[in-house]
């Protein structure tokens, strides 16, 4: 069993920066795949990106390519979203998700466990 709380949402800018954390409990975090989702409000929550779970694989969302990074420390059991040249449309409520299989996946069912979710808000 794992559980996620992340941390570092706010109200930015746009073309500013924001490093989202997610801290995971449980001994068997440094195996699972960790995924970033985020939810606009009326749309479905979308994929952002990916890390594998010894953290030498990546996968992005074309959207953020080139503008956030997903990094993860296994000794602090926290994963990061860094986010820069913030956008309106980057505007999200955030979620970390974990899965016991490859770092590929892209679909929310695919992750077993979530985050509560940290809101992002860029203004332009």
């Known amino acids: 069993q794992v559980q996620l709380v992340e941390s570092g949402g706010g109200l930015v800018q746009a073309g500013g920066s924001l490093r989202l954390s997610c801290a995971a409990s449980g001994r068997t975090f440094s195996s699972y795949a960790m995924g970033w989702f985020r939810q606009a409000p009326g749309k479905e929550r979308e994929f952002v990106a990916a890390?594998?779970?010894?953290?030498?694989?990546?996968n992005y969302a074309d959207s953020v390519k080139d503008r956030f990074t997903v990094s993860r420390d296994n000794g602090k059991n926290t994963v990061y979203l860094q986010m820069n040249r913030l956008k309106p449309e980057d505007t999200a409520v955030y979620y970390c998700?974990?899965?016991?299989?490859?770092?590929?996946?892209?679909?929310?069912?695919?992750?077993?466990?979530w985050g509560q979710g940290t809101q992002v808000t860029v203004s332009s």
């Open positions: 890390i594998s779970w010894i953290g030498l694989s990546t």
């Open positions: 998700a974990g899965r016991s299989g490859s770092y590929h996946a892209i679909l929310p069912r695919e992750y077993n466990y």
